[in-house]
């Protein structure tokens, strides 16, 4: 856990906020690569995982931004209305689940709405590397855009290709075209709300990208208890307990109601933060985490969304 303060928090956009972080000791912050993310908690019980969206280059500062959510959980209401300038906060050191490869030739960067802040740390680490390419930044205006003043100028602006649906026709986002004839050395990273990130995907699927050209980050999952779930049990082999699971409630949910401590962070099946070995039994994975391939050798699952094809699962607990 890191200790740091608010030292700006700045309105970027429409509903969005940024917040500049420092350490209270004043030291350096632990380094980070484009991509990463830092758990914030927000209040007790509240923790939320932001990008970080400056130069992975500085290592006295953290930037994250977030975009205030009408049906907030706690976490953007939390920081948008409870958390100022001169705030502390306690957050976790950066972690990646979104690396940027930094081996490809030419690289198409998309960012929709509050997508841009993984994106935008992409931005400076490939300036930084002299690497080729574009980011296309999508909303409904430019005033619902962060950071749109930073990267319409140098360095970023030669790179930037900005749409917005209240715009000229011709600057309206055409993906086929942006995506058309992709080279072998071409990298996509994509992130944004769902529905605009799998029109990428499928878009430069349908173009020829490979999947391992394809790199995307989900902000969000889909729910966790299902209509139609069953039961299950769960036995911990470290000391035989066996715990029944409900169909509406998670096996992480149970796990803490008795006392089994488990890290845990988005409690989404997105950071990986809760895996647990499989050590019997086949899990019925619901995460965005794990590869189809580590799914397939059900040796392990994420506790806060997924749950079991069979009668009971044996965990490495």
């Known amino acids: 856990m890191l200790e740091v303060c608010v030292s700006q928090k700045i309105i970027e956009a429409d509903g969005v906020c940024s917040f500049e972080l420092l350490a209270v000791n004043g030291a350096a912050l632990p380094a980070f690569t484009a991509g990463s993310h830092v758990d914030v908690h927000v209040a007790p019980g ?9 130069s992975p280059q500085e290592q006295g500062r953290y930037m994250i931004a977030v975009l205030f959510e009408a049906e907030s959980r706690g976490g953007s209401r939390g920081m948008h209305l409870e958390v100022g300038q001169g705030a502390r906060l ?24 509050i997508g841009i802040t993984p994106i935008l740390a992409m931005a400076h680490a ?152 499989v050590l019997a039994g086949e899990p019925d994975h619901r995460d965005q985490f794990m590869t189809a391939a580590e799914h397939a050798r059900n040796d392990s699952f994420t506790p806060c969304c997924s749950r079991s094809n069979s009668p009971r699962l044996v965990l490495d607990l």
């Open 90 to 113: 306690t957050i976790g050191t950066p972690r990646n689940l979104f690396d940027l490869d930094l081996t490809g030739e030419r690289y198409l960067l998309f960012a929709g709405g």
């Open 126 to 277: 490939l300036i930084a590397a002299g690497k080729d390419f574009e980011l296309h930044y999508c909303g409904r205006s430019a005033q619902r855009l962060a950071f749109v003043e930073l990267l319409s100028s140098p360095p970023f602006s030669h790179h930037l290709r900005l749409h917005v649906d209240d715009g000229p026709v011709e600057q309206r986002f055409n993906a086929a075209q942006v995506l058309a004839c992709p080279s072998a050395g071409d990298q996509l990273y994509v992130c944004g709300p769902a529905g605009f990130m799998a029109h990428v995907q499928s878009t430069a699927q349908s173009c020829g990208w490979s999947d391992q050209q394809i790199h995307r980050e989900d902000f969000a999952a889909p729910p966790q208890v299902l209509e139609g779930d069953r039961a299950f049990e769960v036995e911990l082999a470290r000391s035989g307990r066996v715990l029944t699971i409900p169909a509406k409630q998670t096996v992480l949910e149970v796990l803490l109601e008795n006392a089994i401590e488990i890290e845990s962070s988005c409690e989404q099946g997105i950071c990986g933060a809760c895996m647990t070995g």
């Open 46 to 54: 509240v923790v939320r995982q932001y990008s970080l969206c400056n």
